[in-house]
């Protein structure tokens, strides 16, 4: 193939405009795209050679959520591009901005082997941008913008016959100009500044909304004024840095966290779509009287908001801190003159919710919120060991300078519940959105990607894993610091417990078991078989020997123990 071309083609124009606007392009290639990878390999682009296309999505999205950045998936025409359909899906239920530069059929007409992908792409609502050699580098340019404006994978098509057609500056496309975020009223803030004063038990409950809008520190402010409890989504956990966190809202919770996210009487909610895995079966708000939400949607996004608020994150927490400011001079004044002597934090203390602090009334919330595994048998019936051990002795033992990359399973829930997670970009969860599982190892490639000074920690099940195996190869080849734990328990865990309970035929739901390890070791990875806890050893001297290369840990768990989140009620 020759990439030594001086002047542009429209290929040519589309890698170069994806290698200034992403830091990474995640790709497998073929006939549709084989000019634009060339281009991008040729010239020392940071192109990562994935192993199945729908890892290239999946990797993009993770680098997003880890870097905060677009990157860019490209793959070929036809079975290439159908291939990435689930993860695209993915990225649009989760409002990923990232772009796939995928080859499509010639301009001219299908042939017999081409399928509409412009139909596909609509099925899953997300925009197709056609790039033609008129005005290739504006198309494409245009494509990134469109990503990030409207948060969504945006697929950026190469007609086949085009690809390698002189590229011009004929057609010019505008700019997407990002509208300003909407900002609250003083009304709406002094409003919502009252409703947190009456407040006994205030809770902030805040979401990705607040993590992309940079607002933990000021909501974190606010709640310190309020003393307030924080909580948040799975993808904002850690935004505010407060030890009074009590964790993730929703079936991720801790025992302690969720009674007392559902003790609060009055909801800030800022960023979060308050969606049905936060809700958890509508439980979230049960000792709530008010629930204020604040975000960019047009109208509130939850049956239960008594009061909605459309303002970006930010200048609704600076704007809130303010009006509280201001009372609290008020209040302020007022107690000086009746004991001017009184220390600051005796005046702070005054300014308090009416029943004193939540946080006086309930210290613990600052503590330790994990269930008390006390007793728990190391083994279980069957003699493998039990999840929530594994999860609990894994957080002691892997790097604390480390990103989790789960896949889908019921798994999923035990490192949220037993892990520390410090920041929002601490986990990278892809999958939930359209609850998909398979894309785990391709996410961790992304998330190595991105974040090369952490460890990455890919969690998954035994069947996402064996499903997402192709990637599993990249990340062996990719992560410079990886752990692969592997939940390992025969079966789909999830299906068995929520379907075999109920009497439907296990066939379906048991799997041969199969030994990860062998598979890391084969691939080029450290691997090693756990089946009693002590073992778990080896991850601490994987990291005390500096964290290098992959070790893949193949933890034999039990299929009896079932998660939370499939069972809470
Ligand atoms: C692509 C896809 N296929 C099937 C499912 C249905 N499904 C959800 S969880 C699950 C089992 C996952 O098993 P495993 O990865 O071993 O994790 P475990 O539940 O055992 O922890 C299945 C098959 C799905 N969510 N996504």
């Given at each position: 193939m020759t990439t030594t071309r001086t002047s542009p083609t429209l290929s040519t124009a589309v890698a170069e405009v994806a290698a200034e606007r992403s830091g990474a392009v995640f790709g497998v290639m073929g006939n549709g795209n084989a000019y634009v990878v060339g281009h991008l390999t040729a010239t020392g682009a940071p192109y990562v050679r994935m192993r199945h296309e729908a890892g290239t999505v999946a990797a993009a999205h993770a680098h997003h959520l880890a870097a905060g950045t677009i990157a860019t998936a490209t793959t070929t025409y036809g079975a290439g591009f159908t291939n990435t359909l689930t993860a695209l899906a993915e990225a649009r239920l989760a409002r990923v901005p990232l772009v796939l530069a995928a080859g499509e059929g010639p301009s001219a007409g299908p042939r017999s082997w081409d399928v509409d992908q412009e139909a596909l792409a609509a099925g899953l609502d997300v925009p197709v941008v056609r790039v033609h050699p008129d005005g290739a580098a504006a198309t494409a340019h245009y494509a990134y913008d469109l990503a990030a404006w409207d948060r969504t994978p945006v697929v950026l098509s190469v007609p086949v016959d085009l690809a390698t057609a002189p590229a011009t500056d004929a057609r010019g496309v505008p700019p997407v100009t990002q509208p300003a975020p909407p900002g609250p009223t003083d009304d709406q803030v002094a409003a919502v500044a009252a409703v947190l004063r009456g407040a006994e038990r205030p809770l902030l409950l805040l979401g990705r909304g607040a993590h992309l809008a940079g607002a933990g520190e000021l909501l974190r402010q606010v709640g310190d004024r309020l003393g307030a409890l924080f909580a948040t989504s799975v993808m904002a956990a850690g935004v505010t840095g407060s030890p009074w966190d009590v964790g993730i809202a929703g079936g991720f919770s801790t025992p302690g966290g969720w009674e007392l996210v559902t003790a609060a009487d009055v909801v800030l909610a800022v960023g979060i779509g308050l969606n049905g895995f936060q809700d958890h079966r509508g439980r979230?708000?049960?000792?709530?009287r008010e629930v204020v939400q604040v975000d960019l949607a047009p109208v509130a996004t939850h049956g239960q908001v008594t009061r909605y608020v459309r303002a970006d994150a930010a200048a609704f927490a600076s704007a809130l801190l303010t009006a509280l400011d201001a009372d609290d001079a008020v209040t302020l004044t007022l107690t000086h003159t009746l004991t001017p002597h009184a220390p600051r934090a005796e005046l702070s203390r005054a300014t308090d919710s009416p029943g004193g602090s939540w946080r006086a009334r309930a210290p613990h919330a600052a503590g330790d919120l994990r269930a008390d595994l006390t007793g728990v048998p190391e083994h279980a019936a069957d003699g493998r060991l039990d999840p929530r051990l594994v999860a609990r002795r894994l957080d002691e033992l892997l790097p604390p300078d480390r990103v989790l990359v789960p896949d889908g399973g019921?798994?999923?829930?035990w490192l949220p519940q037993h892990a520390r997670i410090t920041e929002p970009t601490g986990l990278v969860l892809v999958g939930t959105a359209y609850q998909t599982i398979g894309l785990g190892s391709a996410a961790a490639v992304g998330a190595a990607r991105a974040r090369p000074d952490r460890t990455t920690v890919l969690v998954m099940g035994d069947g996402g894993g064996t499903m997402g195996l192709a990637d599993l190869v990249t990340f062996v080849t990719e992560a410079r610091s990886g752990v692969v734990v592997v939940f390992n328990d025969a079966a789909y865990g999830a299906e068995l417990h929520q379907h075999g309970v109920a009497g439907v035929d296990q066939g379906g739901m048991l799997l041969e078991e199969v030994n990860f390890a062998a598979l890391g070791q084969a691939l080029g990875a450290g691997g090693r078989r756990v089946t009693r806890l002590a073992e778990l050893d080896v991850v601490g001297e994987w990291a005390r020997d500096g964290a290098r290369g992959v070790l893949v840990v193949d933890v034999a768990v039990t299929r009896t123990v079932a998660a939370d989140f499939l069972q809470r009620h």
């Amino acid at each position: 193939m020759t990439t030594t071309r001086t002047s542009p083609t429209l290929s040519t124009a589309v890698a170069e405009v994806a290698a200034e606007r992403s830091g990474a392009v995640f790709g497998v290639m073929g006939n549709g795209n084989a000019y634009v990878v060339g281009h991008l390999t040729a010239t020392g682009a940071p192109y990562v050679r994935m192993r199945h296309e729908a890892g290239t999505v999946a990797a993009a999205h993770a680098h997003h959520l880890a870097a905060g950045t677009i990157a860019t998936a490209t793959t070929t025409y036809g079975a290439g591009f159908t291939n990435t359909l689930t993860a695209l899906a993915e990225a649009r239920l989760a409002r990923v901005p990232l772009v796939l530069a995928a080859g499509e059929g010639p301009s001219a007409g299908p042939r017999s082997w081409d399928v509409d992908q412009e139909a596909l792409a609509a099925g899953l609502d997300v925009p197709v941008v056609r790039v033609h050699p008129d005005g290739a580098a504006a198309t494409a340019h245009y494509a990134y913008d469109l990503a990030a404006w409207d948060r969504t994978p945006v697929v950026l098509s190469v007609p086949v016959d085009l690809a390698t057609a002189p590229a011009t500056d004929a057609r010019g496309v505008p700019p997407v100009t990002q509208p300003a975020p909407p900002g609250p009223t003083d009304d709406q803030v002094a409003a919502v500044a009252a409703v947190l004063r009456g407040a006994e038990r205030p809770l902030l409950l805040l979401g990705r909304g607040a993590h992309l809008a940079g607002a933990g520190e000021l909501l974190r402010q606010v709640g310190d004024r309020l003393g307030a409890l924080f909580a948040t989504s799975v993808m904002a956990a850690g935004v505010t840095g407060s030890p009074w966190d009590v964790g993730i809202a929703g079936g991720f919770s801790t025992p302690g966290g969720w009674e007392l996210v559902t003790a609060a009487d009055v909801v800030l909610a800022v960023g979060i779509g308050l969606n049905g895995f936060q809700d958890h079966r509508g439980r979230l708000f049960a000792g709530a009287r008010e629930v204020v939400q604040v975000d960019l949607a047009p109208v509130a996004t939850h049956g239960q908001v008594t009061r909605y608020v459309r303002a970006d994150a930010a200048a609704f927490a600076s704007a809130l801190l303010t009006a509280l400011d201001a009372d609290d001079a008020v209040t302020l004044t007022l107690t000086h003159t009746l004991t001017p002597h009184a220390p600051r934090a005796e005046l702070s203390r005054a300014t308090d919710s009416p029943g004193g602090s939540w946080r006086a009334r309930a210290p613990h919330a600052a503590g330790d919120l994990r269930a008390d595994l006390t007793g728990v048998p190391e083994h279980a019936a069957d003699g493998r060991l039990d999840p929530r051990l594994v999860a609990r002795r894994l957080d002691e033992l892997l790097p604390p300078d480390r990103v989790l990359v789960p896949d889908g399973g019921q798994f999923l829930g035990w490192l949220p519940q037993h892990a520390r997670i410090t920041e929002p970009t601490g986990l990278v969860l892809v999958g939930t959105a359209y609850q998909t599982i398979g894309l785990g190892s391709a996410a961790a490639v992304g998330a190595a990607r991105a974040r090369p000074d952490r460890t990455t920690v890919l969690v998954m099940g035994d069947g996402g894993g064996t499903m997402g195996l192709a990637d599993l190869v990249t990340f062996v080849t990719e992560a410079r610091s990886g752990v692969v734990v592997v939940f390992n328990d025969a079966a789909y865990g999830a299906e068995l417990h929520q379907h075999g309970v109920a009497g439907v035929d296990q066939g379906g739901m048991l799997l041969e078991e199969v030994n990860f390890a062998a598979l890391g070791q084969a691939l080029g990875a450290g691997g090693r078989r756990v089946t009693r806890l002590a073992e778990l050893d080896v991850v601490g001297e994987w990291a005390r020997d500096g964290a290098r290369g992959v070790l893949v840990v193949d933890v034999a768990v039990t299929r009896t123990v079932a998660a939370d989140f499939l069972q809470r009620h």
